[in-house]
Nanobody, 128 residues
Framework: QVQLVESGGGLVQAGGSLRLSCAASGRTFSSYAMGWFRQAPGKEREFVADINWSGGITNYADSVKGRFTISRDNAKNTVYLEMNSLKPEDTAVYYC?????????????????????WGKGTLVTVSS
């Protein structure tokens, strides 16, 4: 099992940038695909981005493509979400998630999110 702790959220003006971090416990971080999801007030949780175990494959929601970048440092057990050109509609609680590599591949092939473990979230507020 892996425990995830997000950090880096806060208040930023539209057009600004933030970098979220997610620190994972355990010694098998590279055995997991990692993802970022978000939930805005009154809305369902949605996919933002994910990254495979090596960092060689990334996926993004259309709404953030070209503005957000997901990356990981397996030596530091950390995954990042660099967010640029932020918009008020990016306001949400952002959650880090992890899925074991095999589970992620099977789950994603079935149209699911591929994640098994979730952090508690960090709030990002973008003011207009």
């Amino acid at each position: 099992q892996v425990q995830l702790v997000e950090s880096g959220g806060g208040l930023v003006q539209a057009g600004g940038s933030l970098r979220l971090s997610c620190a994972a416990s355990g010694r098998t971080f590279s055995s997991y695909a990692m993802g970022w999801f978000r939930q805005a007030p009154g809305k369902e949780r949605e996919f933002v981005a994910d990254i495979n175990w090596s960092g060689g494959i990334t996926n993004y929601a259309d709404s953030v493509k070209g503005r957000f970048t997901i990356s990981r440092d397996n030596a530091k057990n950390t995954v990042y979400l660099e967010m640029n050109s932020l918009k008020p509609e990016d306001t949400a609680v952002y959650y880090c998630a992890a899925g074991r590599n095999t589970y992620y591949i099977i789950s994603r092939s079935r149209g699911n999110d591929g994640m098994e473990y979730w952090g508690k979230g960090t709030l990002v507020t973008v003011s207009s």
